[in-house]
């Protein structure tokens, strides 16, 4: 008896702590905006905007969201850390569903720090090919993770990582 209640509090600490993440693990989704602004470091500019406010914001996880359920536009709010990569957090309804890095302007030599500690977090990506378009593909029991790249004439290169939860859609339904 005493090892079931012992194992009870430890879920329910576990669970009240704020967002356990850091990039060499794996994310908790659905937690509050609060959670994650008290896991960010203190000197981080950061602003939020709902989606609709910005109709220029691309995200593909919003827009594939959004596709699901449009009525959900005005309860999407994004907290954007100004740094390097800039980070948005994705907020449906109050709870954590996408993290987005964009990289922008980047080279060859960023992409490859990119993927290769993406490959050591998440394990080998599928890999697909489109012209100059490239898009790795990870997966853990609970994240799903993007990594795209597109080069362009110039040399540049546009990236983006997104991460979101396996159970995308049973969050959305169950809301």
Known sequence: ????????IMACIL???PLLYSRNADFTWGVSMESVKKSLQADREAVTFYAD??????????????N?????????????????????????????????????????????????????LYGP?????EGNEYTYSYNTSNTRVLFYFKKDLE?????????Y????FMMLISQ
């Open 1 to 8: 008896m005493q090892r079931k209640s012992t194992l009870f």
């Open 165 to 168: 939860p396996r159970k995308l």
């Open 155 to 163: 040399g540049k290169i546009k990236s983006r990582v997104y991460y």
């Open 125 to 129: 990506p599928e890999i697909k090919e």
């Open 15 to 17: 669970i009240s702590c």
């Open 53 to 66: 406010d910005k109709p220029q914001y691309k995200n593909k996880i919003l827009r594939h969201i959004l």
């Open 68 to 120: 699901v359920d449009p009525t959900l536009s005005r309860e999407c709010i994004i907290l954007r850390i100004n740094s390097r990569p800039v980070t948005d957090y994705l907020f449906v309804k109050g709870q954590l569903y996408s993290v987005l890095d964009d990289y922008e302007n980047s080279n060859a030599t960023e992409i490859n720090t990119i993927g290769s500690n993406l490959k050591k």
